[in-house]
């Protein structure tokens, strides 16, 4: 047996397997989105008409600069 193969065991016998290290993965994930503090309603809406809002005006500005350069070429070319 070569060296590298009997590091990977002896570093592989020494961890849980998949099965208790994917159930602690959840159990540590569960227990961190129970610390996560949720926003009100009020927020949550408030948060969304932010980004509808700020979507809007990005897709217009967008809008307008793609006019702009839309009527540049045609003078142009």
């Known amino acids: 047996m070569s060296v590298s193969t009997t590091k990977h065991k002896k570093a592989v016998a020494g961890r849980p397997s998949i099965f208790k290290r994917v159930q ?14 949720w926003p009100s309603r009020p927020e949550l809406m408030e948060s969304t ?5 700020s979507v809007v005006l990005v ?11 839309q009527l540049a070429m045609r003078l142009l070319f």
Do not use: P, T
């Open 24 to 37: 602690r993965f959840w159990e540590e994930m569960i227990q961190e989105l129970r610390k996560s503090v």
């Open 49 to 53: 008409m932010v980004v509808i809002v």
């Open 59 to 69: 897709a217009v500005y967008v809008a307008i600069c793609d006019f702009v350069f």
